[in-house]
């Protein structure tokens, strides 16, 4: 029988989108429960660690986003096919975040001259390498026509697509300088489950202050 | 044919560490090799992403070392038992960053004030938090006298006990308020692969 899935969020997209999207490109079924930012109090302490993204699984809850996209990936058949294939597409995944982390850092920052030192940090050195290092693994893989890894969709494609929309509140056009990459975001945007998702998802702020997460 | 494995890291524990736990227990051969400071420029281009540990797997680099973490888990049946023992698993791995990111900014603090601060928080608030948490997740498993998930040693425990030293660097005697937690220390220091890795490995600060 079928699990029944609930993932349990903010109204945004921010950590659950991955998930969101994972849900969406494997047409499975779940409940997408978001509550307000006011309403977060009333929830917190009834999760594992006392933040979100939960996904309750048959209502065993499962915390950190990482561990929900990476069980539902595996779940889904969208984790890669061999052991080695997983370990790039986590590799992956573990990047997105060395690439998104320093957004929120540099959002939270009160220090004016130390928050601009961090942006240009960001924006012309780390960005910029990261970036590289993805789009080198990309055109590597099917002259960069296809997936990160291997020859279908893996979840890995799907933290790329979501990362490179964080991007833009911090660093604009992220992809002038690498147009495999742009070209890779507009073909997974155009994939039909996808394309349906993007279409349906609720008009919520999308990257914004109020979606850099701060766990005090 | 087993295949060669090569953990490419500084001469320090820091992020290569749990890799090599992993070896440890599983008793399977690996080239720890450790490179100095001043050699790291030289090698930094030949890396996936510009950042260690890598690990090689036959000649092939993977990077990232929760990815290498992961990976070699899985290879070495360390991961969990089950897909939903192994997502319980993947998510105290996950908490190990959330508990240990808060370190780099008091270390980079150079204002004694503001360190103090940050220091107060880290281990009266945060640092807690999730010990408790973590303590209440290890009690409802053989009542805190085994391990964090199954019947068995998985990566949990490992992260965990990796990253007790890194959490002492942000607040002192974090286990104090947490018995369960010290014992389960103790007991995983005292495994006799593990307590042969802590004392044969190179004695380094980090």
Not at chain 2, 18 to 32: H, K, M
Request: glycine fraction near 6%; hydrophobic fraction near 40%; include cysteine.
């Amino acid at each position: 029988m079928a699990h029944k899935y609930k993932l349990i969020y903010f109204d945004r997209r921010g950590r659950g989108e991955v998930a969101r999207l994972l849900f969406a490109a494997a047409g499975v079924e779940y409940e997408d429960f978001r509550f307000k930012k006011e309403e977060w109090p009333k929830y917190k302490g009834t999760t594992p660690f006392g933040q979100c993204p939960v996904l309750e699984v048959d209502g065993k809850p499962l915390t950190q986003s990482n561990a929900i996209v990476r069980h539902l990936a595996r779940e889904f058949g969208l984790a890669g096919k061999t052991a080695w294939d997983q370990a790039q597409v986590d590799m992956i995944l573990e990047t997105m975040q060395d690439i998104a982390n320093p957004i929120s850092v540099i959002c939270l920052c009160k220090d004016e001259e130390e928050k601009h030192a961090l942006k240009a940090t960001y924006e012309e050195e780390t960005l910029p390498r990261y970036l590289e290092a993805v789009q080198k693994i990309l055109a590597a893989n099917k002259d960069g026509k296809g997936f990160l890894v291997g020859d279908e969709m893996t979840v890995a494609d799907l933290s790329l697509f979501w990362t490179l929309d964080c991007i833009p509140v911090m660093v604009k056009n992220p992809t002038a300088k690498f147009p495999k990459l742009q070209e890779f975001r507009d073909r997974i945007a155009a994939v039909p489950n996808i394309a349906a998702w993007l279409e349906k998802l609720p008009k919520t702020a999308d990257w914004d202050n109020s979606n850099v997460e701060h766990n005090p | 044919m087993a295949p060669k494995y090569k953990l490419v890291y500084f001469d320090v524990k820091g992020r290569g560490e749990l890799a090599r736990l992993l070896f440890a227990v599983a008793e399977v051969e690996y080239e720890d090799y450790r490179f100095k400071e001043e050699d790291w420029p030289k090698l930094k281009g030949d890396t996936p992403f510009g950042q260690v540990p890598v690990l090689e797997v036959d000649g092939k680099p993977l990077a990232q070392s929760n990815a290498i973490a992961r990976y070699l888990a899985r290879e070495f049946g360390l991961a969990g038992k089950t897909a939903w023992d192994q997502a319980q698993v993947d998510m105290i791995v996950e908490t190990m960053q959330d508990m240990g990111n808060p370190v780099i900014p008091i270390f980079m603090c150079k204002n004694e004030e503001e360190k103090a601060k940050l220091t107060k928080t880290y281990a009266e608030e945060t640092l807690p938090r999730y010990m408790e948490a973590l303590q209440k997740i290890l009690v409802a498993n053989t009542e805190g006298k085994g391990f964090f998930v199954g019947d068995e040693m998985t990566l949990a425990d490992l992260a965990l006990f990796a990253s007790f030293d890194w959490f002492e660097a942000g607040a002192k005697n974090p286990l104090e308020k947490f018995p369960k937690l010290q014992e389960f220390k103790d007991r995983i220091a005292s495994c006799p692969k593990i307590a042969a890795w802590l004392e044969k490995r190179p004695k380094t600060e980090f």
